[in-house]
Nanobody, 123 residues
Framework: QVQLVESGGGLVQAGGSLRLSCAAS????????MGWFRQAPGKEREFVAA????????YYADSVKGRFTISRDNLKNTVYLQMNSLKPEDTAVYYC????????????????WGQGTQVTVSS
């Protein structure tokens, strides 16, 4: 069982930056691939970014490529999402996810989810 707690959301102007964090419980964090998804009002949840267990492989949605960076610190049991050049269309609840098996290069299929953190980008 993995419990995930996101933080770092908030209100930011277009063009600004935010860094989301996701703290995971348990001593097996380093064995899990991690991801970020988001859900805007009235829309389905969509993939944002993923990172493998060691942190040397990442994958991004086309909509955020070049603006967002996913990273992890296995000593701190934490995964991050650095979001730069934010746009109003990035407004959503952002969810952290975890799964054991992930080979990279594709949208992950998470086993565990966090409760989400709201990101609002004003124009």
């Amino acid at each position: 069982q993995v419990q995930l707690v996101e933080s770092g959301g908030g209100l930011v102007q277009a063009g600004g930056s935010l860094r989301l964090s996701c703290a995971a419980s348990g001593r097996t964090f380093s064995t899990y691939a991690m991801g970020w998804f988001r859900q805007a009002p009235g829309k389905e949840r969509e993939f944002v970014a993923a990172i493998n267990w060691s942190g040397d492989s990442t994958y991004y949605a086309d909509s955020v490529k070049g603006r967002f960076t996913i990273s992890r610190d296995n000593l701190k049991n934490t995964v991050y999402l650095q979001m730069n050049s934010l746009k109003p269309e990035d407004t959503a609840v952002y969810y952290c996810s975890a799964q054991r098996t992930y080979y990279g290069g594709a949208v992950p299929k998470p086993t565990y989810w966090g409760q989400g953190t709201q990101v609002t980008v004003s124009s």
